[in-house]
């Protein structure tokens, strides 16, 4: 069975940082597109970062470009989103997402398997 489970959620003030993990099981993503996804309460669920499966092409939000960097480690079946310079307005459940295709998809109907979702609380 395919899962995919995220970790390193939390507390953090403004202007800090946390690393978000997303660790697949039940079969090799290595060759997955693979995005970050959140939702924030009373909000629909919005892009946040995808990663093609080699990892050299990259898509972001523009409300996190230049703060946010989604890598993987293939070997590992794992990907990651660093978070810096955390606002408020990043508040939300962030979810990880695998494609059944090589693409950095922006849009969440391309995705096939999604996870639990880890809480991020971004404190003034």
């Known amino acids: 069975q395919v899962q995919l489970v995220e970790s390193g959620g939390g507390l953090v003030q403004a202007g800090g940082s946390l690393r978000l993990s997303c660790a697949a099981s039940?079969?090799?993503?290595?060759?997955?597109?693979m995005g970050w996804f959140r939702q924030a309460p009373g909000k629909e669920r919005e892009f946040v970062a995808a990663i093609s499966w080699s990892g050299s092409i990259t898509r972001y939000a523009d409300s996190v470009k230049g703060r946010f960097t989604i890598s993987r480690d293939n070997a590992k079946n794992t990907v990651y989103l660093q978070m810096n310079s955390l606002i408020p307005e990043d508040t939300a459940v962030y979810y990880c997402a695998a494609a059944d295709n090589s693409y950095a998809y922006r849009g969440g109907d391309n995705y096939d398997y999604w996870g639990q979702g880890t809480q991020v609380t971004v404190s003034s």
């Open positions: 039940g079969r090799t993503f290595s060759s997955s597109g």
